[in-house]
C-alpha cells in the first residue's frame, strides 16, 4: 500500500508520497488540518481510482485517510499492521459496497488462520472506524454496516505476590529484568516503558511520569506512578551503565518490544502465559485485594474515569459487596 504523508511547506499542507524511486510531493493549497485530511483523503482516492480504473472510492482510500488523521497515535501504527490482513481482501473494493458476506468470509478465512475472535473483531472494528470517518468527511454517502464476530472474554490469569518475584528472578538479561520490576511495581503499559526516558525519572522525588510532553495524548493515559524500593534499586542500577537516553536499552539501542524475552522467562519460571499485559492486571488485582481505594488504583493505571477501574477490578476488594451480602442474612 502506498503511504502518504502530510507535511508543512510554506505555510501549506503538502502531501509526500515515494514513488519510481523519487520522491513527490503535492500542494493540498491550504493551512487547516480538517481541511487537509478531507483533501488527502481525495487526493489518494483519485489516484487509487487511476491504479485500478474505477471511480469508485474505495476501502484502501478510507484506510489510508484515516490512519493519517490519526497523526502520531500509536493507533495509527496499529492500523497499518492490520492492513497487512485487511488490504489484500478489502483494499481495491468500493468503500460502499462491502456487504455481511465479504465479513464472514474474512472472519471465516482469518480462524482458519489461526487468528482469535477477539483479533478479528479488533480489525474490523478498525475498519468500520475507517468507512464512518470516510462518511463523516462526505467521501462516500453512507459507511456500509461491518459485522464482527463476539470477542473472546478478557482472559482472568493473573499472578501472586510470589510468581511475581519468581518470574523476576528468572529474567537473565538486565534490560527484561528491569522491565519486568516496573511492569510489576507500577502497573504500566507495555509502550509507556519501552518509550521512557530517564528525564522523566526522578529518583530524588520518587516520581515516574510516563506521559511524554512531546507526544499526543490518547485515550489511554500515562501516570505519573511513585516508585518503592525494589523499583528504586533498579533503576539506579541501570541508570549508573545506561548508554541511551531511554530506561529499557539493549547494546546501546532502546528496545522496541520484549515480547519474545518475557516468553522466554515465562518459560524459564514455569509462568510461560505471562505477558506484559499480565503485569499490569496483577498489579491491579492486588491492589484490590489488599484494599487499595478503587480511585487510586485508576490514577495508577491512568485510568481516566475511576468507574473503568470499579467495573473491572472491584470485585477483587475485600469488601466487595460484603454489605450486601451481610443484608440478606436470615435467621
Avoid at 480489525?123 to 470517518?133: D, F, N, P, V, Y
Wanted: aromatic share 8%.
Amino acid at each position: 500500500m502506498q503511504t502518504y504523508r502530510l507535511v508543512m511547506f510554506r505555510g501549506r499542507y503538502n502531501v509526500i508520497w515515494h514513488e519510481g524511486g523519487h520522491r513527490h510531493r503535492h500542494s493540498l493549497g491550504t493551512d487547516s488540518r480538517a481541511e487537509a485530511d478531507r483533501l488527502l483523503a481525495r487526493f489518494v482516492a483519485a489516484r487509487d481510482a487511476a491504479s485500478v480504473g474505477a471511480g469508485a472510492f474505495t476501502v484502501a482510500s478510507a484506510w489510508e485517510g484515516y490512519v493519517n488523521s490519526l497523526g502520531a497515535k500509536p493507533g495509527a501504527t496499529t492500523m497499518r499492521f492490520m492492513w497487512r490482513s485487511l488490504g489484500p481482501r478489502f483494499g481495491n473494493r468500493n468503500a460502499e459496497t462491502l456487504t455481511e458476506d465479504d465479513c464472514r468470509t474474512y472472519i471465516e478465512a482469518r480462524r482458519k488462520q489461526g487468528r482469535s475472535d477477539s483479533t478479528i473483531w479488533s480489525e474490523l472494528s478498525r475498519l468500520r472506524s475507517a468507512l464512518k470517518w470516510a462518511e463523516n468527511k462526505r467521501l462516500i454517502d453512507r459507511a456500509p454496516k461491518i459485522w464482527t464476530p463476539t470477542p473472546s472474554p478478557p482472559r482472568e490469569k493473573r499472578l501472586t505476590r510470589e510468581q511475581v518475584s519468581t518470574f523476576i528472578a528468572a529474567c537473565t538479561y538486565p534490560h527484561v529484568k528491569l522491565f519486568a520490576i516496573l511492569a510489576a511495581t507500577t502497573g504500566a503499559r507495555m509502550s509507556a516503558i519501552l518509550q521512557l526516558t530517564w528525564d522523566r525519572v526522578d529518583l530524588v522525588a520518587g516520581l515516574i511520569r510516563y506521559q511524554d510532553p512531546s507526544r499526543a495524548k490518547t485515550k489511554k493515559g500515562r501516570a505519573a506512578t511513585p516508585i518503592n524500593e525494589l523499583a528504586r534499586n533498579a533503576l539506579v542500577e541501570a541508570q549508573r551503565a545506561a548508554l541511551t537516553p531511554f530506561v529499557i536499552e539493549w547494546a546501546g539501542q532502546p528496545v522496541q518490544s520484549v515480547k519474545k524475552a518475557l516468553h522466554a522467562a515465562g518459560k524459564r519460571s514455569g509462568l510461560p502465559w505471562v505477558t506484559a499485559h499480565v503485569f499490569r492486571h496483577s498489579c491491579a488485582c492486588i491492589l484490590a485485594e489488599s484494599g487499595v481505594p478503587m480511585a487510586e488504583i485508576a490514577q495508577l493505571l491512568g485510568h481516566k474515569d475511576s468507574r473503568t477501574t470499579e467495573a473491572i477490578y472491584a470485585r477483587f476488594s475485600p469488601t466487595y459487596l460484603r454489605k450486601a451480602a451481610q443484608t440478606l442474612e436470615f435467621a
